[in-house]
Nanobody, 128 residues
């Protein structure tokens, strides 16, 4: 059974860092494009970052929302079958529930919500 579990969220002050993890079980992330999304109550879910599949059909390229470029980094750990989102210089606008999602429908990742398997989310709160 395909399962995604996010972790690493928490309460931090502006300027601090967090690293979110998305651990997969029941399948290999190598064959999937993976996206990180965040949602704030009352607002639409926003694509934050994504990484393309790394099984040879794609180059494992990454993409970022303009609001997080230069501050967030997405990466894979093949041995741990986990994807990370390293978040630095956090600002209050980064607050939200962060979800990871995967799909095998396309090799090149996208920041749109065209993913068919989602985790349960982890809360990130940036506040002084």
């Amino acid at each position: 059974q395909l399962q995604l579990v996010e972790s690493g969220g928490g309460l931090v002050q502006p300027g601090e860092s967090l690293r979110l993890s998305c651990a997969a079980s029941g399948f290999s992330l190598d064959y999937y494009s993976i996206g990180w999304f965040r949602q704030v109550p009352g607002r639409e879910r926003e694509g934050v970052s994504c990484i393309s599949s790394s099984d040879g059909s794609s180059d494992g390229s990454t993409d970022y929302a303009d609001s997080v470029k230069g501050r967030f980094t997405i990466s894979r750990d093949k041995a741990k079958n986990t994807v990370y989102l390293q978040m630095k210089s956090l600002i209050p606008e980064d607050t939200g529930v962060y979800y990871c999602a995967v799909t095998s429908l396309f090799s090149l990742c996208t920041l749109s919500e065209e993913y068919d398997n989602w985790g349960q989310g982890t809360q990130v709160t940036v506040s002084s």
